[in-house]
């Protein structure tokens, strides 16, 4: 199972490597254009079937030894599915605040541009709109102590 990781990280480190290396030397481009594309999908073939053999030959690995699991308490369904129910005003207000951070944040770049005076005022909307994510996790952290 090791070397699939280390084939996983030798795939990965080439993709940053070659990145690292078209980023500081862009004339490189038109030399390794011809095995560029084919190196990056071999690449990508070769950590794709690695992470299927880390999920077929490592499942066992990470499985739970039956000692460790009679060991454990019961959880139930309900209190299982009050977890779930935990982390849903978080992932929602996240999403919510991400929708409102994308348009604020292009109105406001346009309009530092054009009056650089209004920088303080537009950086106010944009902290009012990554507010609703916080309100989110606040709301998780109170519901989880209710759990417990």
Do not use: C, H
């Amino acid at each position: 199972m090791y070397w699939l990781v280390a084939l996983m990280s030798i795939a990965i480190l080439g993709l940053i490597l070659s990145g690292i290396a078209l980023e500081f030397r862009p004339a490189f481009a038109t030399r390794i254009r011809n095995w560029y594309r084919p190196v990056m999908s071999s690449q990508l073939v070769v950590f794709v079937v690695a992470q299927l053999g880390l999920l077929f030959m490592g499942i066992t690995d990470a499985m739970a030894q039956v000692e460790t699991v009679a060991a454990a308490s019961e959880m139930s369904i309900g209190m299982g599915l009050a977890i779930l129910g935990v982390g849903i005003p978080t992932g929602l207000s996240t999403i919510g605040a991400g929708i409102a951070v994308g348009p604020i944040g292009a109105a406001s770049l346009a309009a530092v541009m054009e009056r650089p005076e209004a920088l303080g005022r537009t950086l106010i909307f944009l902290g009012l709109a990554e507010g609703i994510a916080i309100y989110g996790l606040v709301m998780s952290i109170l519901l989880l102590n209710k759990l417990g």
